[in-house]
């Protein structure tokens, strides 16, 4: 994404540019240790196996993490998340390129809010709601 919306011209129904996120072994790993969550199953593909899936899969956190990145890649640095509301689907395998698509779903005052989806060749990785502000300092 090259360039920012103006999130005071924002509406219902406007859809922002997909997102595709390749995902390989170091960024499932090194994301899921950098916001310090050390369970196995995010870095050792035998603990993972052990539990029943075929291999690492990603955090909560880092899905958390690519959202905020998906909103403010399209936002700009003027905005700020005020609210995400987010359910995890199906996992996100090394391998996978998850793709991000949003909509915006209603504007209240400076408040924008994104239904954001985050899909791989399996399904639904995450569905999330997410509002977005302007912040203090943004032209108005």
Not at 6 to 16: K, N
Not at 43 to 55: F, I, L, N, Y
Not at 88 to 95: D, H, S
């Amino acid at each position: 994404m090259s360039t920012f919306a103006d999130l005071r011209s924002a509406a219902a129904g406007e859809t922002l540019p997909p997102l595709d996120i390749p995902l390989d072994r170091t960024l499932i790993v090194a994301t899921a240790v950098s916001s310090q969550d050390f369970e196995d199953v995010h870095h050792d593909p035998g603990k993972a196996q052990q539990r029943g899936t075929p291999d690492i899969f990603m955090s909560i956190n880092t899905t958390n993490g690519l959202i905020d990145r998906y909103i403010t890649d399209w936002s700009g640095p003027a905005s700020r998340i005020t609210r995400t509301a987010l359910r995890l689907g199906v996992p996100n395998f090394p391998g996978d390129t998850m793709t991000f698509t949003g909509e915006v779903t209603a504007v209240e005052g400076a408040a924008v809010t994104v239904k954001v989806v985050g899909a791989n060749s399996r399904g639904v990785h995450v569905s999330a709601q997410v509002t977005v502000e302007p912040t203090e300092g943004a032209a108005r």
